[in-house]
């Protein structure tokens, strides 16, 4: 079955820097979009980054531009999400998620499969 598991969460002193991964298996990875989403509490689930199925165009809401990077490794089912200058309203849970290649990628109603999500934790 679809498999998509983060890992790489943790707590970090504003300024600091994290690098999260999100392991996919079940389905063909180099077909699918992958993005990157948070939730904080009492908050609605935002889009923060995605990379299409070749990881030649990415989106980053501006929020993050210039601080996360994503990637991917199709070799290895595999997308990353490097974080830097966190802040604490970086604070979140993150989750990784896959869409289809034929849907865009910029919203979380084109993705099919999601994680089930890495605490990140950004001290003042």
């Known amino acids: 079955q679809v498999q998509l598991v983060e890992s790489g969460g943790g707590l970090v002193q504003a300024g600091g820097s994290l690098k999260l991964s999100c392991a996919a298996s079940?389905?063909?990875?180099?077909?699918?979009?992958m993005g990157w989403f948070r939730q904080a509490p009492g908050k609605e689930r935002e889009v923060v980054t995605a990379?299409?199925?070749?990881?030649?165009?990415?989106y980053y809401a501006d929020s993050v531009k210039g601080r996360f990077t994503i990637s991917r490794d199709n070799a290895k089912n595999t997308v990353y999400l490097q974080m830097n200058t966190l802040k604490p309203e970086d604070t979140a849970v993150y989750y990784c998620?896959?869409?289809?290649?034929?849907?865009?990628?910029?919203?979380?109603?084109?993705?099919?499969?999601w994680g089930q999500g890495t605490q990140v934790t950004v001290s003042s």
């Open positions: 990379i299409d199925w070749r990881g030649g165009r990415t």
């Open positions: 998620a896959a869409a289809r290649r034929t849907n865009g990628f910029t919203s979380d109603t084109f993705y099919d499969y």
């Open positions: 079940g389905y063909t990875f180099s077909n699918y979009h």
